[in-house]
């Protein structure tokens, strides 16, 4: 029944195999399945060897490995406990009269597949975080169920950081769900090959989230234009439209580091070039922007439409998405488009080598990898057959794949310190410089608050680098009073965030210039710093400079999510877990280890309550007042202000020096 195999702990009975194994410092691996059990490795690095014990009885097996410790018994039944012997985890107990337990594998008829299910036993008072993004009010997600998908907006990464002292990894890339109740917690992919999963124990959120970071990977170091400014909008249209943006802020003496090229710049989806209708000179428009110190990023999807110069050869090469049943047209949006099979090393090959010579060799390092899902007309995943296997078993991996492509091609060109922005990730997606932002939202303040936490569980569930569309995508009147303070509130909160970008599809709509190539797609309406009135403007101004005076700070930051998987944007918690209150402050958070932010996040509020954690002296930054930690307080908010505090007499140059 038990047995040690080259470190491995392994159990076999009635033809199921369960693999017990150390991976990485304080972490294990487990992985059951009725037929043989496979090495993919999905979003795991390859283990690194620890020192590991192996203990076998006739009742039970136990492995340990550094602070985690897993017990099976003679029936099956997996236990985790932490080095002070503080039970972590269970599977539910198999017993006659439900007869199932936590492990249920069932066959899928007519296949060598299963539909797999984990049962956990649910603790009603921990509180869990992370998987990724989703669109509601929830940071703590104990109670919520979740679909294991991604769609625009909606970002499934299995990783969840457990108040109890465990990270836990779904490592299946399969379509499914997650459920957080009360009685159990659940995970279910009704398609896949095994049960796969990983845990770690930690003392601390930064223990638990540094182990996962050295299983999954870290970031590449960011570079120094990413930590400052980025203007965008739907969208520039033309070459020299673009140009005059930049060459406007030189004039005005704002800073800027990277301005971008949206969709439908190209002659067709999936011809990934510049229409030189609009954009006649990419080479020239490059080197002014670098002159102005300025880099450019470009859009790409991967859609490939049928008019598209390489649908045929793509389509011959077996580099795009199969439809099993139906007609072949994945996607429509002026145009029937495929789309691109990341999951394919060779269409990987192909896809970059005509970036590198349409864009890259341009002097192009930064891309914008919209659509990254891939978003699909229908979501229906057994329909969809990727080169690694259907949609259905292995869909969730996509996105990271799309990261690869770019990475990859970019390093093999010499490239350091790469970052690329993406609509949506994968556990692993970190480390392929993957940039992510939170998809195409609404504008308003119910949104803004619900990007807030967002954007911390996108940061537990491994994505240091994450961002918004500041003023959400959709909507929003740059002549409307109310939108403009909705600006500058988001423009506030992005100034604190991994990434400082502008973007949106502003009314009113703009028509198209053309009927091919780049003209058949209209434009939303100016979304620059000075298109929002001159009260708005001194304020985004005034914000500009200060993310410039901070960079130094940012850049530290970047280098700890570099070396250790540090999140720049972190809960409470992660820097207070002794304090039991910092484990529900929902609408707050550190940038780094010194500033605590606290975002307005209601229409016509000028003061807000803020939760300053026990153990440390806050000093709000614009008043200079110090208070001790432990207590709530309300401050106020003024138009011109969000609320800061520095931590313990730390010296920032948040205002110009004014409080050093």
């Known amino acids: 029944m038990f047995r040690e195999e080259n470190g491995r702990l392994i159990r076999e009975y009635d033809h199921e195999r369960v693999w017990i194994e150390p991976w990485g410092e304080h972490s294990l691996r487990i992985r059951a399945s009725y037929a043989e059990i496979t090495d993919e490795q999905w979003a795991l690095l390859p283990a690194v060897?620890?020192?590991?014990?192996?203990?076998?009885?006739?009742?039970?097996?136990?492995?340990?490995?550094?602070?985690?410790?897993?017990?099976?018994?003679?029936?099956?039944?997996?236990?985790?406990?932490?080095?002070?012997?503080?039970?972590?985890?269970?599977?539910?107990?198999?017993?006659?009269?439900?007869?199932?337990?936590?492990?249920?594998?069932?066959?899928?008829?007519?296949?060598?597949?299963?539909?797999?299910?984990?049962?956990?036993?649910?603790?009603?008072?921990?509180?869990?975080?992370?998987?990724?993004?989703?669109?509601?009010?929830?940071?703590?997600?104990?109670?919520?169920?979740?679909?294991?998908?991604?769609?625009?907006?909606?970002?499934?990464?299995?990783?969840?950081?457990?108040?109890?002292?465990?990270?836990f990894l779904w490592h299946n890339p399969a379509i499914g769900q997650a459920h957080f109740s009360l009685n159990v917690t659940e995970w279910t992919a009704p398609s896949s090959k095994q049960l796969d999963y990983w845990i770690t124990a930690g003392d601390s959120p930064a223990e638990i989230e540094e182990a996962y970071a050295k299983a999954t990977g870290t970031v590449p170091m960011m570079p120094d234009y990413g930590m400052g400014f980025w203007q965008c909008k739907l969208r520039y249209r033309t070459q020299e439209e673009l140009l005059e943006v930049a060459r406007e802020h030189k004039r005005r003496g704002l800073p800027i580091d990277v301005i971008v090229?949206?969709?439908?710049?190209?002659?067709?989806?999936?011809?990934?070039?510049?229409?030189?209708?609009?954009?006649?000179?990419?080479?020239?428009?490059?080197?002014?922007?670098?002159?102005?110190?300025?880099?450019?990023?470009?859009?790409?999807?991967?859609?490939?439409?049928?008019?598209?110069?390489?649908?045929?050869?793509?389509?011959?090469?077996?580099?795009?998405?199969?439809?099993?049943?139906?007609?072949?047209?994945?996607?429509?949006?002026?145009?029937?488009?495929?789309?691109?099979?990341?999951?394919?090393?060779?269409?990987?090959?192909?896809?970059?080598?005509?970036?590198?010579?349409?864009?890259?060799?341009?002097?192009?390092?930064?891309?914008?990898?919209?659509?990254?899902?891939?978003e699909l007309t229908v979501y229906d995943h057994?329909?969809?057959?990727?080169?690694?296997?259907?949609?259905?078993?292995?869909?969730?991996?996509?996105?990271?794949?799309?990261?690869?492509?770019?990475?990859?091609?970019?390093?093999?060109?010499?490239?350091?310190?790469?970052?690329?922005?993406?609509?949506?990730?994968?556990?692993?997606?970190?480390?392929?410089?993957?940039?992510?932002?939170?998809?195409?939202?609404?504008?308003?303040?119910?949104?803004?608050?619900?990007?807030?936490?967002?954007?911390?569980?996108?940061?537990?569930?491994?994505?240091?680098?994450?961002?918004?569309?500041?003023?959400?995508?959709?909507?929003?009147?740059?002549?409307?009073?109310?939108?403009?303070?909705?600006?500058?509130?988001?423009?506030?909160y992005g100034a604190f965030s991994p990434v400082f970008r502008l973007h949106g599809d502003r009314s009113p709509f703009v028509p198209p210039t053309g009927t091919r190539g780049g003209g058949v797609c209209g434009s939303g309406s100016d979304n620059e710093v000075w298109s929002y009135g001159e009260e708005a403007y001194a304020i985004f101004k005034e914000f500009m400079q200060m993310r410039e005076r901070l960079k130094p700070y940012i850049r530290g930051l970047m280098e700890a999510a570099h070396e250790k998987g540090t999140p720049p944007m972190r809960p409470l918690f992660?820097?207070?877990?002794?304090?039991?209150?910092?484990?529900?402050?929902?609408?707050?958070?550190?940038?780094?280890?010194?500033?605590?932010v606290a975002p307005v996040l209601g229409e016509g509020e000028r003061a807000r309550k803020v939760y300053l954690p026990s153990g440390s002296e806050w000093t709000h930054v614009y008043t200079g007042t110090a208070y001790a930690g432990g207590q709530a307080i309300r401050i106020d908010a003024p138009l011109t202000q969000i609320p800061l505090f520095v931590r313990d007499g730390a010296v920032l140059p948040v205002l110009g020096g004014a409080e050093e």
């Open 49 to 167: 060897q620890t020192l590991s014990h192996i203990s076998i009885t006739k009742e039970r097996a136990t492995i340990v490995n550094g602070n985690i410790r897993a017990e099976i018994t003679d029936k099956g039944q997996i236990f985790f406990y932490n080095q002070h012997g503080k039970l972590l985890l269970n599977e539910t107990e198999d017993t006659y009269q439900l007869k199932y337990g936590g492990r249920e594998l069932s066959a899928i008829p007519g296949s060598s597949d299963f539909s797999v299910k984990l049962r956990l036993e649910a603790d009603p008072l921990e509180k869990l975080y992370g998987m990724g993004q989703y669109q509601h009010s929830f940071l703590n997600l104990k109670g919520c169920s979740l679909e294991l998908t991604h769609r625009n907006s909606q970002i499934s990464i299995p990783f969840v950081l457990s108040s109890a002292g465990y990270g």
């Open 261 to 374: 090229i949206d969709f439908f710049h190209w002659t067709n989806q999936g011809d990934w070039r510049f229409d030189p209708e609009y954009w006649p000179d990419p080479e020239a428009m490059v080197q002014e922007l670098q002159e102005l110190g300025i880099e450019l990023m470009v859009s790409v999807w991967p859609t490939v439409q049928t008019e598209s110069e390489n649908y045929k050869e793509m389509l011959e090469k077996g580099y795009l998405l199969r439809s099993d049943r139906g007609v072949r047209t994945q996607f429509q949006f002026l145009g029937q488009n495929a789309i691109f099979d990341a999951t394919n090393p060779e269409a990987r090959k192909f896809l970059w080598g005509l970036i590198k010579q349409n864009y890259y060799d341009k002097g192009i390092k930064v891309f914008w990898l919209d659509e990254a899902e891939p």
């Open 382 to 492: 057994d329909i969809y057959r990727y080169h690694i296997g259907s949609s259905k078993q292995i869909g969730n991996i996509y996105p990271m794949k799309y990261s690869q492509t770019f990475y990859d091609g970019m390093v093999a060109e010499g490239q350091e310190n790469i970052i690329n922005l993406v609509r949506t990730a994968w556990a692993g997606s970190q480390r392929y410089g993957a940039l992510v932002w939170s998809g195409d939202i609404h504008s308003s303040f119910k949104v803004l608050g619900i990007q807030v936490r967002a954007g911390l569980n996108m940061a537990v569930a491994g994505i240091p680098w994450w961002t918004t569309d500041i003023g959400g995508f959709h909507g929003g009147n740059p002549a409307d009073a109310s939108f403009r303070e909705l600006m500058v509130r988001w423009f506030q």
């Open 574 to 596: 992660y820097d207070f877990p002794q304090d039991p209150a910092a484990w529900d402050i929902e609408d707050q958070y550190m940038f780094g280890p010194d500033l605590l």
